[in-house]
């Protein structure tokens, strides 16, 4: 299906663009030391469909030094109507790209009270206040959401862990009934085709 996108709203966003600014500050003892305010964009343009937008050089030259990060070009293929598995996705990234992360061993495994805190699921308190079960509402969604992302490329495999990557026994595994319990339980991860980080 082709998305049909009027003139009109692009040359709106485009315009928006334009005038967007990023502003950095940095302090020293607490005072004002450093202030500098600039544009993202000199110029933006659409021919005959093409749209080309030139970069201020301040701009290029922020995006050139900035600390660069892999992106997984998976994540372009999941649904729009799966938020929370491609945040999922994108936090997973993140932690896993992380050189800090890296050398501590901890770039493959996040909590799940934290993954939780990304994703638009119902909170704990919520679901309590509806008298619902939070299996059905958060411990399946989360689940369903990491399988999805096995379906689509994105992880190679995800499982339920302690505290530094301790496996469940099969028998914890099928005994999570409270919670906090399953709150404090780590999500191990692997992520697919990964590029070798040594490089």
Known sequence: AQMCIRDRDIKNDLIALRNTQFQTEDTRRGQPYYFRNAGLLGSAEIDNGIITLEFTATYAQY????????YPSELYSIDGRNQNAYTIALKMSEQYFQYRNQERGTADRLKVST??????LPTYETIKKQRGSWQ????????????DLMKQGVLETWEYTHAKGVPLTDEEAYSIDSYSAFEELYIKFALKDTPDLKE
């Open 63 to 70: 995006l050139a030094l900035s600390p660069k990060t892999y």
């Open 136 to 147: 059905d509402r958060i411990k399946e969604p989360l689940e369903k959401c990491l399988d």
């Open 115 to 120: 993954l939780l805190s990304w994703t638009q």
